[in-house]
């Protein structure tokens, strides 16, 4: 049996989800992303993600339950885009899924990714769906990987 997988909008019911989600330890030490703190995680999702039009955020769903999310959004003059699950999801062929999706809606190309070098799972996803390595990139002491889905992809 498959999973269900689809793609579905955003609302503030949503992000206690995954506010518990981006605080799972072995999510944070996978990703190296630090975890905000309720208020600050809160007014960063309705402000700077819902909030702002430019920014495509899709919730994923695996047979009816909000599974986590994928976001594109602008630094600058480039485009971005990262993604969260929740650990019971990793491993099942989901974020394959979920990204095919999400790429058919999001069609801002270069696109950019920057995920913790050491997080071997992402970075394949990435690579599965046309992303090629570029440069490394350090936050603080943790190196990541910049990766590009180019025009032609």
């Known amino acids: 049996m498959s999973d269900d997988v689809r793609l579905r909008d955003v609302g503030p019911a949503d992000l206690e989800v995954f506010f518990a989600q981006q605080h799972d330890p072995e999510a944070v030490r996978q990703s190296k992303f630090p975890p905000r703190e309720r208020d600050a ?19 994923v769903t695996v047979d009816g339950e909000l599974a986590g999310n994928l976001v594109a959004w602008w630094d600058e003059d480039r485009r971005f885009i990262g993604y969260w699950l929740g650990r019971q999801y990793w491993g099942r062929g989901i974020g394959t899924q979920a990204l095919a999706l999400f790429l058919e809606r999001e069609k801002t190309r270069p696109l950019h990714a920057d995920p913790f070098l050491g997080n071997t799972g992402s970075v394949r996803l990435l690579e599965k769906h046309g992303f090629r390595r570029t440069e490394p990139v350090w936050y603080g002491e943790n190196e990541h990987i910049m990766l590009v889905l180019d025009e032609d992809r």
């Not at 702002?52 to 955020?57: G, K, L, N, R, S």
């Open 41 to 59: 995680f809160m007014t960063h999702w309705a402000t700077r993600v819902l909030g702002d039009p430019t920014v495509f955020v899709q919730g």
